[in-house]
């Protein structure tokens, strides 16, 4: 069985989330990339604010 | 960074055949609308995303919807039968854990539901390409 750590498994899911997205949204190879570049950053970086809020929260 | 949504690709029609195979086939098997259109990259990109996500749900000890008892269950049920035959196949051979029991797990689940969802919309870009509509 697979157990990632909980921030392995945000940068597995956006880094498969993300490589649909830009395939799928995007017409250019170049601009496939940097739109996929682009949501995997705001996966991971929304998912660490988020995490930091919650932090705060549950102080 | 550029975020600028697709155009619609003007003038470029391909109405011989039947135009919903890349649709289906993408929808049974993750990235095989892509192979027909001949787009080999996109859709080995997409087929290793969508199964590798598939897999490592499974492996996390992921639950796979199989009930149409509860409203729930039944939205989890036909999104995981978005996955074509990776549910099928899983579900002949037993796998996913029922019911969840771990945190680990839970993101599993998650990830086989998302896999199902990505496989939809790989399925509709193929189609997309299929009639012209992107390049």
New interface residues.
């Given amino acids: 069985m697979f157990h990632p750590s909980h921030f392995a498994a945000v940068l597995l899911f956006a880094l498969f989330a993300s490589t649909v997205f830009g395939i799928t949204m995007r017409d250019t190879p170049v601009r496939m990339f940097r739109y996929g570049a682009y949501c995997f950053l705001l996966f991971v970086g929304s998912a660490i604010v988020l995490s930091w809020v919650m932090l705060l929260i549950a102080r | 960074?550029?975020?600028t949504?697709?155009k619609p690709?003007a003038g470029k029609k391909s109405d011989q055949g039947f135009v919903y195979l890349p649709l289906i086939a993408g929808w049974l098997v993750p990235g095989a609308g892509h192979f027909l259109l001949g787009k080999w990259v996109?859709g080995t990109?997409?087929a290793?995303?969508?199964v590798?996500?598939f897999v490592?749900g499974l492996?996390?000890?992921g639950k796979l919807y199989a009930s149409t008892q509860g409203v729930l269950d039944m939205l989890g049920t036909a999104d995981n039968l978005a996955t074509g035959l990776l549910y099928v196949v899983s579900r002949a051979l037993g796998l996913g854990a029922q019911p969840i029991q771990t945190?680990?797990a839970d993101?599993g689940t998650?990830?086989i539901v998302?896999?199902g969802l990505?496989n939809i919309?790989?399925a509709?870009?193929a189609h997309n390409l299929r009639t012209g509509r992107?390049?």
Avoid: E
């Fill in positions: 960074m550029s975020t949504p697709n690709v996109r990109l997409l290793i995303s969508i590798a996500m490592l492996a996390m000890q945190t680990v993101y998650k990830f998302v896999a990505l919309i790989a509709v870009d992107k390049s």
